[in-house]
Nanobody, 129 residues
Framework: EVQLVESGGGLVQAGGSLRLSCAAS????????IGWFRQAPGKEREGVSY????????DYADSVKGRFTISSDNAKNTVYLHMNTLKPEDTAVYYC??????????????????????WGQGTQVTVSS
């Protein structure tokens, strides 16, 4: 059974940092691409970043480029989202998800929620001003 579990969320002041973790079980990261998404109250879920071991690609939403970094530790089957210089508008529930890596590579749509098949339960990130 594929499972994704996020952790590391919390309350932080603007300008601060957090590291989110996405621990996977039931598969290895070589078999899936992993994406991070977020959803703020009253807004649609949006793609934040993804990492695809199939073609060694990563990408970021424009709103987080230069501030967030995605990385993976295959030995721990865990993907991280390092978030720096956090802003109040980063406040949201953050989700990680798994997708067919070839599908992402062919479509170049790694931040599209509809390409992802498995989702975690989410972790809350709140950035105070």
């Amino acid at each position: 059974e594929v499972q994704l579990v996020e952790s590391g969320g919390g309350l932080v002041q603007a300008g601060g940092s957090l590291r989110l973790s996405c621990a996977a079980s039931g598969f290895t990261f070589d078999d899936y691409a992993i994406g991070w998404f977020r959803q703020a109250p009253g807004k649609e879920r949006e793609g934040v970043s993804y990492i695809n071991s199939y073609d060694s690609s990563t990408d970021y939403a424009d709103s987080v480029k230069g501030r967030f970094t995605i990385s993976s530790d295959n030995a721990k089957n865990t993907v991280y989202l390092h978030m720096n210089t956090l802003k109040p508008e980063d406040t949201a529930v953050y989700y990680c998800a798994a997708a067919n890596p070839l599908k992402l590579s062919l479509t170049l749509m790694g931040l599209a929620t509809q390409l992802y098949d498995y989702w975690g339960q989410g972790t809350q990130v709140t950035v105070s001003s």
